[in-house]
T-cell receptor, first 118, second 115 residues
Framework: GAGVSQSPSNKVTEKGKDVELRCDPI?????LYWYRQSLGQGLEFLIY????????KSGLPSDRFSAERTGGSVSTLTIQRTQQEDSAVYLC????????????????FGPGTRLTVL | KNQVEQSPQSLIILEGKNCTLQ??????????LRWYKQDTGRGPVSLTI???SENTKSNGRYTATLDADTKQSSLHITASQLSDSASYIC??????WGGGNKLTFGTGTQLKVEL
């Protein structure tokens, strides 16, 4: 595909249920990022993948949150035992490369998954 | 702590008018600053990127400025159109060895352009 895709676009779940969010990055992009965007707040970094490994998962808010990436491509973000405060838009972004001092490389964002926990 | 603050929080202007959005940051060591446009229900899309040595950069009707001394940036929109209605997010990147490129996001300015 031409851009980053995410699924589902919307997810409504009941408190306590587990949810799985999917991100398909741009083909060939080695770096992948997950962010959370709550209403009225800036994007909050969750986790960063370089290939299949996650050198920085410092933004995951609790051990209910986990993410994996397989084949250097698709990534899934799993939230276990969802809480109402987990309601937000979850954005995924990918970047072509992640070399030293390559901060200029643009992160391309997907459309996000809007999660609502009732 | 790295922070990015934007003002105003929201703005309503008439179609055809100009507007300027502000961004102040405390991110160190500074690598670059991007302005993103985020339409409702979409992911952010980069409008401009500015590095330490750049003062002004234009992209069509969008002009970004950067003052690295005062750590301020602005985004000027000329001859606004209804399609400019969106959230504009200032994003600052710190130099980070290993290429992690963790970004600091502002909370955005919500712009609405009306007839």
């Amino acid at each position: 595909g031409a851009g980053v895709s995410q699924s589902p676009s919307n997810k409504v779940t009941e408190k306590g249920k587990d949810v799985e969010l999917r991100c398909d990055p741009i083909s060939g992009h080695t770096a992948l990022y997950w962010y959370r965007q709550s209403l009225g707040q800036g994007l909050e970094f969750l986790i960063y993948f370089q290939g299949n490994s996650a050198p920085d998962k410092s933004g995951l808010p609790s051990d209910r949150f986990s993410a994996e990436r397989t084949g250097g491509s698709v990534s899934t973000l799993t939230i276990q035992r969802t809480q109402q405060e987990d309601s937000a838009v979850y954005l995924c972004a990918s970047k072509q490369t992640s070399l030293v001092l390559q901060g200029g490389n643009e992160q391309f964002f997907g459309p996000g998954t809007r999660l609502t926990v009732l | 702590k790295n922070q990015v603050e934007q003002s105003p929080q929201s703005l309503i202007i008439l179609e055809g008018k100009n507007c300027t959005l502000q961004c102040n940051y405390t991110v160190s060591p500074f690598s670059n600053l991007r302005w993103y446009k985020q339409d409702t229900g979409r992911g952010p899309v980069s409008l401009t990127i500015m590095t330490f040595s750049e003062n002004t950069k234009s992209n069509g009707r969008y002009t970004a400025t950067l003052d690295a001394d005062t750590k301020q940036s602005s985004l000027h929109i000329t001859a606004s159109q209804l399609s400019d209605s969106a959230s504009y997010i200032c994003v600052v990147s710190a130099i980070e060895w290993g290429g992690g490129n963790k970004l600091t996001f502002g909370t955005g300015t919500q712009l609405k352009v009306e007839l």
